[in-house]
T-cell receptor, first 112, second 113 residues
């Protein structure tokens, strides 16, 4: 069975400082991994995805994530936080198109 | 393209009432999904469909039924609503391949009193 653990339920950073949102996964197969963002009262939007090509994945809005098989991790980073990055972020693992498992989410707060 | 749309956006029900949530997509996706989102639990899959006329159970199917009579529509039904079904419901769709991401609708906020 596959599962995802987001290690922080809440992360707070100052505008202009780096962002790190941590995600560990468990899967019996070679999984696909995704990060989605959800702004308040909105649906989910895809930030980036890993599909067994390059281990460093670049996404929208300056976010990137690195797939580390030995550590079973897929942490999300951004060099410099912007106020508009404040949102809920979900790490997702999938080994079949119809079976995506979501983490519990990490709420990112950006202070001015 | 409207993407994935959901109707209604908000609904309040009394315990025991029934209702149907409608999801529509205009991307010609084969797969469609219904999730519920509860605080601190991420999204959990209720039911999904891999094509017109087919449905399957997800992680939390009890108390819900679904139908997919047309490729572009996926309906979620609550026959007898319970307070435990108070949640935000999201519909999503995707292409068939395992590496393809899901596209989400804006959500329906349901309160059962």
């Amino acid at each position: 069975a596959q599962s995802v653990t987001q290690l922080d339920s809440h992360v707070s950073v100052s505008e202009g400082t780096p962002v790190l949102l941590r995600c560990n996964y468990s899967s019996s197969y070679s999984p696909s991994l995704f990060w989605y963002v959800q702004h308040p009262n909105k649906g989910l939007q895809l930030l980036l995805k890993y599909t067994s090509a390059a281990t460093l994945v670049k996404g929208i809005n300056g976010f990137e994530a690195e797939f580390k098989k030995s550590e079973t991790s897929f942490h999300l980073t951004k060099p410099s936080a912007h106020m508009s990055d404040a949102a809920e972020y979900f790490c997702v693992v999938s080994d079949r198109a119809q079976d995506m498992r979501f983490g519990a989410g990490t709420r990112l707060t950006v202070k001015p | 393209n409207a993407g994935v749309t959901q109707t209604p956006k908000f609904r309040v029900l009394k315990t025991g009432q029934s209702m149907t949530l409608l999801c529509a997509q205009d991307m010609n996706h084969e797969y469609m999904y219904w999730y519920r989102q509860d605080p601190g639990m991420g999204l959990r899959l209720i039911h999904y469909s891999v094509g017109e006329g087919t449905t399957a159970k997800g992680e939390v199917p009890d108390g819900y039924n679904v139908s997919r009579l047309k490729k572009q529509n996926f309906l979620l039904g609550l026959e007898s609503a319970a307070p435990s079904q108070t949640s935000v419901y999201f519909c999503a769709s995707s292409y068939r391949a395992v590496y393809n991401e899901q596209f989400f609708g804006p959500g329906t906020r349901l309160t059962v009193l």
